[in-house]
């Protein structure tokens, strides 16, 4: 497989605070269009990690390309061809579920009659079009997070990080994500995902476990259970949990 076919390709990346390794020299490649599973516990590394892979932040050391683009210094063109959803803050809840889609993409760059032809499309797939004018802070929370990754894929981003995306959310809501997770990915869209659901990690195509600031696993969620002999990838993951230095 060519360098073409991965739409993150990463070599020895590593991060250090001070005396600190938080990324501890990780090396791994997400094809296009897969759905890609990044887990670890809390003071593991994969927020650093992921910080890196969003050119919010530069590697101390390492070498590696997102959507083509050098991790160690081009962070500003990676963040404008990647699109990004976070639990903690994804949407404006002071402006309609409209206005939020009319400023995101207006910050991605989206042509205005590009932006109202893809706003209308998405409304009509999520069912939201009598809901645009609706403020984002009255909706439902799952209705929250299925607009937020919708305005996260407005631009059409080649990758979407999506960081804890179904926290607080209930089981129906998180299976109607996941659809909409794999409908992008069946589009050709690539999508990283970070979640502390053991089972979601089930739905990915692989799936990689981070202790201590390394990479100590990464297959198949099939491959990986039956490696570490565990009936599920959360077992699995306290297997490997179990030896870890570093803690929340």
């Keep these: 497989m060519s360098n ?18 938080a990324v501890d020299h990780i090396t791994f490649s997400v094809k296009r269009g897969e759905i890609f599973g990044f887990l670890g516990a809390n003071g593991a590394g994969k927020t650093t990690a992921m910080r890196m892979l ?14 083509g683009f050098d991790v160690t210094k081009e962070g500003e063109k990676i963040k404008r061809h990647i699109g990004y959803m976070s639990q903690r803050f994804s949407l404006y809840e002071d402006l309609t579920v409209m206005e939020n889609m009319e400023l995101f993409g207006g ?8 932006l109202k032809e893809r706003a209308s499309d998405l409304l009509e797939k999520l069912n939201f079009v009598e809901e645009r004018d609706t403020m984002v ?20 981003p080649e990758i979407v990080f999506l960081d804890e995306p179904t926290g ?32 979601e990690a089930e739905y990915c195509h692989r799936v990689s ?40």
């Design 4 to 21: 073409n076919d991965y739409i993150i390709d990463v070599k020895d990346l590593t991060k250090k605070f001070g005396t600190f390794t």
């Design 54 to 67: 969003c050119g919010l932040s530069y590697p101390t050391s390492g070498s590696g390309t997102v959507a």
């Design 107 to 114: 910050i991605y760059g989206v042509k205005s009659k590009d």
């Design 137 to 156: 802070g009255s909706l439902p929370l799952g209705w929250k997070q299925k607009l937020a990754f919708a305005v996260a894929t407005l631009h059409r």
């Design 168 to 199: 607080g959310v209930d089981p129906i809501t998180r299976r109607q994500f996941w659809e909409m997770i794999y409908q992008a990915s069946s589009e050709g869209t690539t999508i990283f995902v970070t979640t502390h659901y053991m089972d």
């Design 209 to 248: 476990m981070m202790v201590d600031g390394q990479i100590k696993a990464l297959d198949t969620p099939a491959n990986l259970k039956k490696q570490y002999n565990a009936a599920s990838i959360d077992e699995m993951f306290r297997i490997l949990a179990r030896g870890a230095k570093r803690g929340d």
